[in-house]
T-cell receptor, first 113, second 116 residues
Framework: AQSVTQLGSHVSVSEGALVLLRCNYSSSVPPYLFWYVQYPNQGLQLLLKYTSAATLVKGINGFEAEFKKSETSFHLTKPSAHMSDAAEYFCAVSEKGNTPLVFGKGTRLSVIA | ETGVTQTPRHLVMGMTNKKSLKCEQHLGHNAMYWYKQSAKKPLELMFVYNFKEQTENNSVPSRFSPECPNSSHLFLHLHTLQPEDSALYLC???????????????FGEGSWLTVV
């Protein structure tokens, strides 16, 4: 069965600094991988997803993630943090022909002025 | 606006009450989901419906009763809940059942439920 681990429940960065949110997955077959963002009092919104095309995936709001099979990782990055990036970020994995989408526990990103 | 609308946004109910959460999607999707989000816990999938048929029930207690009258509407009927059921309940939809082709799941804004 697939699973996902997000390292760090809380990450704090300065405005303008690099954002790096870590996600490692476990899957017995090539996975589909997702990053979602949740702003306060809102539902989850898709940031980006990997579905076996290009390994470097670009998403909304300047975020990108790279699928590394050898490291079973799908870390989320953004070159320069903005105050509006403060939110909860969830990594998720699914396998072709299998449900459900399995979510990590989430990483709360704080951006300091 | 994600195309998935949930009502009510906030609900407070007693343990003996019966209430319902409603979800409507305007995306023409075939699959709909209920998720539970509690503090310090991963998102928990509760139910999956595909073409109005329930395809997954993740050992959810019978005090939660889903209903899917058509592909656009999903309800979660609540009765004799416990305080530990207080959480954010998220409805979601996808074009087809998630996992079949990496379909994106679109979430509503959630219904905050407090059981007193």
């Amino acid at each position: 069965a697939q699973s996902v681990t997000q390292l760090g429940s809380h990450v704090s960065v300065s405005e303008g600094a690099l954002v790096l949110l870590r996600c490692n997955y476990s899957s017995s077959v090539p996975p589909y991988l997702f990053w979602y963002v949740q702003y306060p009092n809102q539902g989850l919104q898709l940031l980006l997803k990997y579905t076996s095309a290009a390994t470097l995936v670009k998403g909304i709001n300047g975020f990108e993630a790279e699928f590394k099979k050898s490291e079973t990782s799908f870390h989320l990055t953004k070159p320069s943090a903005h105050m509006s990036d403060a939110a909860e970020y969830f990594c998720a994995v699914s396998e072709k022909g299998n449900t459900p989408l399995v979510f990590g526990k989430g990483t709360r990103l704080s951006v300091i002025a | 606006e994600t195309g998935v609308t949930q009502t009510p946004r906030h609900l407070v109910m007693g343990m003996t009450n019966k209430k319902s959460l409603k979800c409507e999607q305007h995306l023409g999707h075939n699959a709909m989901y209920w998720y539970k989000q509690s503090a310090k816990k991963p998102l928990e999938l509760m139910f999956v419906y595909n073409f109005k048929e329930q395809t997954e029930n993740n050992s959810v207690p019978s005090r939660f009763s889903p209903e899917c009258p058509n592909s656009s509407h999903l309800f979660l009927h609540l009765h004799t809940l416990q305080p530990e059921d207080s959480a954010l309940y998220l409805c979601a939809s996808s074009q087809d059942r998630q996992g079949d082709s990496g379909n994106t799941i679109y979430f509503g804004e959630g219904s905050w439920l407090t059981v007193v």
